[in-house]
């Protein structure tokens, strides 16, 4: 909805896909400042497991409108796939959406790929 993609503030979410298939809401997690917002792992999954789903889409914003994956998004997509797939949880992707437009980063990209990218 446009209300979350003009959020003033960073922040930071999810959708859980429960096991019968069906999405939930926007469960927001975190909000931050304008520039960023800080990612408690914890409190994340705590929120998370409370939803028993069989995958999720981490979702976050970038406020000023340019949604282009940075370092810092890829990497955090790294860490929640990984610790997702512990719980036997599965990341379809992290979602990036500004005011005007949105970017998608694949649960399974390839540093390489990322490098290729940002050259």
Do not use: C
């Not at 209300?3 to 960073?10: A, C, D, T």
């Not at 096991?19 to 914890?42: C, I, K, P």
């Not at 981490?58 to 282009?68: A, C, K």
């Not at 959406?97 to 990322?114: A, K």
Request: net charge neutral; aromatic share 14%.
């Amino acid at each position: 909805p446009l209300e979350i993609r003009l959020e003033p503030r960073e922040w930071i979410g999810f959708w859980a896909q429960y096991r019968q298939g069906h999405w939930s809401a926007l469960e927001w997690v975190e909000r931050g400042v304008r520039t960023h917002v800080n990612f408690d792992s914890g409190e994340f999954f705590a929120r998370l497991l409370a939803t028993r789903p069989r995958a999720f889409v981490l979702v976050h914003n970038h406020p000023p409108g340019v949604t282009r994956p940075s370092w810092v998004d890829y990497r955090l997509t790294e860490r929640v796939g990984t610790m997702a797939r512990q719980f036997g949880i599965e990341l379809k992707g992290h979602w990036i959406v500004g005011p005007h437009s949105e970017d998608w980063i694949p649960p399974d990209f390839h540093r390489r790929e990322l490098q290729e990218r940002n050259a």
